[in-house]
């Protein structure tokens, strides 16, 4: 009951087994970091809070996930609650957090020995989330930011999980299209779901079992098998984005009414996961909303941007976050 008051016990169901690795490939390559869009050859597209909401079924009001007990200063009570819930010593938390998190496999089979409720609650959210929506390089490790957030399970389901979302898969992409890296983290179902849902040329078949009123609408799709990670698949969906027209693209796959049934979606400014924080523009997309393009308002410049080879980060500074 715990979990289910969340709202976030239905992500168990949003995990592809499998992923078009050559599809996803060709549109990170089309990325810009510096608008959070796919360029395409006949303008930008880009992935919004109405279709994270749609797909993950995640709410897009809400609080910020910026958890004050995140915070450098705030940390040793951080490790010092992980610790206690999880009954191993601050030391190896402060290890593995340094190390990008706890791994999801130890978390489990800690909390398989407690029989404390609340921690055994908090204990399956972190590897939901961490096994779902902010998944890292290894596959296997929760942030010790999905910790905090844990602290207050009656505040969990206060949190707007849909920005935060996408501010990272944001973040996840702009590191994952610089020339020397070679694997995207973040919710990859999320991001091949939505190219199915705009792409009707790339979509496999539909799931038999998908239920529109019951199941996320990630669920809408029957990925069972595997696809080869061919250099030759690549290089036909680069070919195919290259000659793609406007006219192939669903623009509203979710109806017409997407502006009185997402309203924040509009929002314009900067969304944040934490530390994250990105921009987001509706304003370079609004074919998306079912309106006419027009020129795009100039994004907002960041305070610093470090953009190496194999990743990059940005900082828009503390004030940004009171945006959302």
């Not at 592809?16 to 360029?39: D, G, K, M, Y």
């Not at 040793?76 to 010593?89: T, W």
């Not at 590191?175 to 991001?191: H, Y």
């Amino acid at each position: 009951m715990l979990v289910k008051s969340t709202r976030l016990d239905h992500l168990r169901q949003c995990v592809f087994q499998h992923h078009n690795a050559p599809l996803i490939s060709a549109f990170v390559e089309r990325w810009h970091l510096e608008t959070n869009s796919f360029h395409l050859p006949f303008g930008e597209m880009t992935i919004t809070l109405h279709d994270v909401s749609m797909i993950m079924g995640l709410e897009i009001s809400g609080v910020a996930v910026n958890h004050p007990m995140h915070r450098k200063e705030n940390r040793p009570d951080l490790f010092k609650f992980i610790a206690n819930m999880l009954q191993i010593d601050e030391k190896q938390v402060k290890a593995k957090h340094t190390l990008g998190g706890i791994k999801l496999t130890k978390i489990r089979e800690l909390l398989e020995k407690k029989s404390n409720v609340d921690d055994v609650a908090r204990g399956y959210l972190v590897t939901l989330l961490g096994s779902t929506l902010f998944i890292d390089e290894t596959v296997d490790r929760a942030s010790t930011l999905l910790f905090s957030i844990t602290t207050d399970l009656v505040g969990v389901k206060t949190y707007s999980w849909a920005s935060a979302t996408l501010a990272h898969l944001y973040r996840e992409l702009g590191k994952a299209s610089r020339a020397e890296c070679a694997q995207l983290a973040g919710p990859s179902t999320l991001l091949e779901a939505w190219i199915y849902e705009h792409f009707p040329m790339f979509r496999p078949s539909l799931n038999s079992n998908f239920i529109p009123d019951s199941h996320p609408r990630a669920m809408r799709w029957d990925i069972h098998t595997s696809t080869p990670k061919l250099t030759s698949s690549l290089k036909a969906h680069r070919r195919r984005l290259d000659d793609m027209k406007a006219e192939e693209v669903i623009w509203l796959p979710y109806g017409s009414n997407v502006v009185d049934n997402f309203p924040l979606s509009l929002y314009h400014g900067c969304i944040c996961y934490s530390s994250t924080i990105e921009l987001y523009m509706p304003d370079r997309v609004l074919r998306q909303f079912g309106y006419v393009q027009t020129p795009p308002i100039p994004p907002i410049k960041p305070n610093k941007e470090y953009k190496p080879a194999h990743s990059y980060s940005v900082d828009y500074g503390e004030g940004m976050m009171s945006f959302w």
